[in-house]
């Protein structure tokens, strides 16, 4: 069992060592030894891959402790730190945020909050889609036609039409592409693999635009 320092600043140098010795004070006055740092400068607007999220999944085991100074250092927005939150916890991983001790899932308020955060994320997700589904029938009736462009070499993507408008949002909040895969494939008739969707976003002028505006993980 490991102990992981998750530090992550704008550009600010010197705010990154305040962070550090906030880390350092915490595990000091508690006894706990912190094994590694993960550290990084950069724009909460960066992807998982760029923010070393992806990395910090990899390496957090089951019965491993991540702290980190408070809750919005780890996502770019309150769905994905949800969905990183949730993945941690189904890992096996206990989370102690210093400054908001109340959300931290290590101690005897775990499951409680799990349960939580687990209600928000799945919310946010109905939310998104309930917006999506009433902006394409409002689209169907003003006469818009949904469709993809002539000539994608990738039938099968052509079943993700309807669900434009849907990944369009989850681009923009900076999902990936395998979230969005998640997501949206229970909505689907038949599951479609991650290369129909990547074929999709890459092939639409529109999404392609988001997602490279967005920084968006693959």
Known sequence: MATIGYIRVSSDHQDLE???????????????????????????????????????????????T???????RL????????????TLSEHGVQIIFIRQPELSTKGPQENLLLAIYSYFAETERTFISIRTK???????????????????????????DPFKDQIAELLTRGLTISAIQKMVNPELPEPLSYSSFKFFIAHDDLLKRIKNQAGSNP
Not at 54 to 62: I, P, V
Not at 66 to 72: F, G, N, P, Q, T
Not at 75 to 86: F, H, K, P, Q
Not at 141 to 157: A, D, F, M, P, Y
Request: aromatic letters at 4%; charged letters at 35%; proline letters at 0%.
């Open 66 to 72: 991540l702290i980190v100074a408070e809750l919005s």
């Open 18 to 64: 305040g962070q550090k010795h906030l880390l350092w004070q915490y595990a000091h006055e508690h006894k706990i030894l912190i094994d590694e740092f993960i550290e990084v400068e950069v724009s909460s607007r960066k992807d998982t891959k760029t923010r070393r999220i992806d990395e910090l999944l990899e390496k957090a085991q089951s019965g491993d």
């Open 75 to 86: 996502g770019r927005n309150m769905l994905e730190t949800l969905n990183i939150i949730n």
């Open 134 to 160: 009433q902006g394409l029938a409002a689209a169907k009736e003003r006469g818009v036609i949904l469709g993809r462009q002539k000539g994608s070499k990738n039938k099968k993507s052509r079943r993700l």
